[in-house]
């Protein structure tokens, strides 16, 4: 049984306590034109694009800078993203909201997919199943999700996620099958 400590801290209990309302919090975030990097991507392979958003290139997808997440490590066929469960990414009662960590799953699969894909091949999502394992909150520290694709087809690839702590221990896993759009013979790319 995991059990997650979901008290007010000791200041948002003092104010509580004195009739105050808690504390709130606010977060401010910034990101580029998704135009810039949709233009690259289809000029550029799939691992050759990924590598320009991680070294910073290229700007990443603004989804990563809403929910905070970077990708640490492109290679083709295997991408790895890392974040730091925050109070921002909680569910009203006081864990990681599904959807965030379902997010961070979706795009490490679609990522690894694109990792595979030559110049002028795009793909998409045709669906996802996430098995959510642990609870994750802000105490879990830095999270790694790595994506690997283990079957890439003419018209369709099948990849996984794993969702782990620094020690390795598993929060959640998915799969997601991907549907890969490729250039018609002899259009430009």
Partial sequence: MYQTDLRPSHQDAADTDAGAASIARERTYRWDDPAIAAAAA??????????????????GAPIAHTLDFRPVSVEPGVVVFEFTPAEFHYNPIGTV????????????????????????????SLDLSVKFLRPVTAATGS?????????????SALAQARLTDASGKLYAHATSSCMIFRPAAGAPA
């Fill in 42 to 59: 289809r000029q550029q392979d799939g691992t050759s694009f990924l590598r320009a958003i991680l070294d910073g290139r290229l700007p």
């Fill in 143 to 155: 999270m790694t999700c790595e994506g690997t694709v283990t079957n890439l087809g003419g018209r």
């Fill in 97 to 124: 909201h599904g959807g965030m960590i379902a997010t961070v799953c979706d795009s490490v699969c679609g990522c690894a997919v694109q990792s595979l894909l030559p110049a002028g091949t795009y793909y998409t």
